[in-house]
């Protein structure tokens, strides 16, 4: 008798346990999946957030900030997002105008970023700039400006990811617009010979150049210190630019729509703190949006420091988006 009702006992608490873990909160994030992938911060930041929120953080991935954009827009209020990690500037503008974004309620200071930032809705996580990534063992003298790239017939073979899909793409778009304006086009038509290929994403496109398909490699200035740290290998280089880099701002917000407000809340507050933002360096490979006490990361202390930030505003982005890729088509389409 007393075994039977110890037993009745423990299966009691057995079940109360069992609902009470049922019953924990879910946020569900959506990214992009190299950052909630295995190497990613995903992991990292999942643990530490749900340390401290008595939740659970559910990501669900995209291949690209275009494609989660393109998510969004299909889903509309429908959306399962409480929170999305992983915009890219560029396209903020067309992320507002979805109108599925909320006020973050956030006080956002002392940022690390080269340019202010004063934004109600959108919280900046990380950022760095754009760059061409080589083998220095098997390029010795990369080219030293866009121009020297794209104006040299027999400069050094790359491969590119398509603007309409992946944020590296677009940002070459625009960093050729901006370097180039109206003539643009000429300019994508003088480097399509060498152009290896358009891919999708930025992972594939990486893969293709580490594989030794083509010379160059549109990345950021940072890569590199993922095959010092990661590989031990020093051959890998990003090439500075006398023009100047595109900067790139990755970017957070939470959906209106969401049914965890408060957890959201509480999420975006997060982003901005050590624990998430210390995450990023040598997982995202990135800069963190906020340096911690201790300062910038040592590991990007070596990378090239570009001395221009070259930008389009998202508004200007957004006006002119679909002239930019009808130019870039028109040229490399041929």
């Known amino acids: 008798m007393l075994r039977r009702l110890l037993l009745t006992l423990v299966s009691l608490g057995l079940a109360s346990g069992f609902a009470q873990a049922q019953t924990k909160p879910t946020l569900t994030v959506y990214t992009y999946s190299s950052f909630s992938g295995k190497y990613g ?13 008595g939740c659970e953080l559910n990501w669900v991935s995209a291949e690209d900030a275009g494609s989660m954009l393109g998510r969004l827009r299909l889903e509309g209020e429908n959306t399962k997002a409480d929170a999305v990690v992983g915009l890219d500037m560029n396209l903020v503008a067309e992320a507002r105008a979805l109108n599925l974004f909320a006020p973050h309620g956030v006080e956002v200071k002392d940022l690390s970023l080269p340019i202010a930032w004063k934004d109600d809705t959108f919280i900046p996580f990380d950022w760095g700039y754009y760059a061409f990534v080589y083998d220095s063992n098997k390029l010795p003298q990369p080219p030293k400006s866009l121009k020297e790239l794209v104006d040299n017939p027999n400069g050094p073979k790359v491969v590119l990811q398509d603007p309409r899909t992946s944020a590296p793409g677009l940002g070459l778009m625009l960093w050729m617009q901006k370097v180039y304006g109206d003539k643009a086009g000429e300019a994508w038509s003088k480097l399509k010979p060498r152009i290896v290929t358009f891919t999708k994403g930025w992972s594939e496109a990486y893969g293709l150049f580490l594989k030794g398909e083509a010379d160059m490699v549109m ?3 940072t890569s590199p210190a993922y095959h010092i740290v990661a590989e031990k290998k020093d051959n890998y280089k990003a090439a500075a630019f006398t023009e100047g880099h595109y900067l790139h701002v990755e970017l957070a917000g939470m959906t209106r729509t969401t049914k965890q407000p408060e957890l959201a809340k509480k999420f975006m507050a997060f982003i901005l703190s050590d624990a998430f933002q210390t ?11 906020k340096n911690p006490p201790s300062g910038p990361p040592a590991i990007f202390k070596d990378m090239i420091q570009p001395g221009t930030a070259l930008l389009f505003s998202p508004e200007e982005v957004q006006r002119n988006r679909r002239a930019f890729t009808d130019t870039w088509l028109n040229a490399t389409a041929r």
Not at 279 to 289: L, R
């Open 41 to 53: 911060p995903g992991k990292p930041v999942k643990e530490r957030f749900e340390a401290v929120c």
């Open 219 to 221: 990345s950021y200035t």
């Open 279 to 289: 995450a990023i360096p040598e997982t995202n490979w990135m800069y963190p949006a």
